[in-house]
């Protein structure tokens, strides 16, 4: 079955100053994320309580300098990031990244 345009990334890579990253989907729409951002919406169990879904991490316990060391493909629906406070536990499914731009992009750009 495939996939919907708009989860499906076309490109993915830092922006031109190398500060935010950049989703270029399938659909045409041009992402930039903030890495600060995302790292404090870190979708893993050790960010956000499994049972109750509520959000452990606060922005006030990331660093306004977190950046990703390392960006890895999970499969062919998700991306990880090494992130330079040490964590690499997060799975960023294309579908939560693009959500997360959807609802949010305006505000973090």
């Known amino acids: 079955m495939a996939r919907e345009l708009r989860i499906e990334p076309d ?3 830092p922006t031109e100053d190398g500060t935010q990253l950049r989703i270029l989907w ?3 729409v041009v ?9 404090i919406l870190c979708p893993c169990a050790g960010c ?3 049972m109750t879904g509520v959000r452990t991490l ?6 306004d300098a977190v950046y990703p060391m390392a960006i890895h493909y999970v499969g062919r629906y998700a991306i990880q990031f090494m992130w330079s406070d040490g964590h ?22």
């Open 58 to 63: 606060t922005p006030a316990m990331v660093n």
């Open 48 to 50: 956000v309580d499994e």
């Open 26 to 28: 399938k659909d045409g």
């Open 88 to 109: 690499s536990t997060g799975i960023y499914t294309f579908e939560y990244l693009r959500e997360i731009w959807d609802t949010e992009g305006e505000k973090i750009e």
């Open 31 to 39: 992402a930039i994320y903030v890495p600060r951002y995302l790292r």
């Open 11 to 13: 490109e993915i890579g």
